[in-house]
């Protein structure tokens, strides 16, 4: 009686890892993508809803004073941290230039977007009056617009166009559209 041996060659075993691999490699590379993508949609939802709650930081006040303060929120160009400051209302300058941001012990909190990821073209200043509810922002060119903004975050090292939010700032309304 001849003893039959059941077992894989080293050649079989070989070509079954190397197709394991292969799959492996073609499911990671999609995901990778999927998670850089969510990322940059992350990210710009905390822009949006960090200029939502600045807004209301200025109508509702503060935890941390016991006065009405102005809040001003500081996208700065190819950063991933927006600063947020609290002045006292009334400031001492009836209408603020862009330079007044430099003033850090006002920094009220910094927030963090995901990492490698990059807000805006621009620096942007957006200022939040107590009082008045009202709210501007200036660009570095220290001029008030009254016009829609757009905001960019994008993945800083990408040149993909889906790794690309456009956020809308709708100036006379105060909304905040994640695109």
């Not at 059941?6 to 492996?24: D, G, N, Q, R, W």
């Amino acid at each position: 009686m001849k003893l039959e041996k059941k077992a894989f060659t080293l050649i079989e075993l070989m070509v079954v890892i190397t197709i394991m691999l292969i799959l492996s490699m073609m499911v990671y590379a999609p995901y990778q993508h999927f998670q850089t993508k969510q990322k940059v949609r992350n990210s710009a939802k905390i822009v949006a809803q960090t200029l939502y709650e600045s807004r209301n930081l200025a109508i509702n006040g503060s935890l941390t004073w016991t006065w009405n303060s102005s809040i001003w929120v500081l996208f700065s160009s190819w950063s991933e941290d927006i600063s947020i400051f609290q002045y006292p209302y009334p400031h001492s300058k009836s209408v603020p230039s862009y330079n007044d941001k430099i003033d850090s012990s006002k920094l009220f909190e910094k927030k963090k977007l995901e990492p490698w990821v990059k807000i805006s073209w621009k620096d942007y200043l957006f200022i939040y009056d107590a009082i008045s509810w009202s709210g501007n922002y200036l660009e570095n060119t220290n001029n008030f617009n009254d016009t829609n903004l757009e905001l960019s975050v994008w993945m800083g090292w990408a040149d993909v166009w889906n790794l690309n939010k456009k956020i809308k700032y709708y100036t006379k309304t105060y909304v905040a559209d994640v695109q």
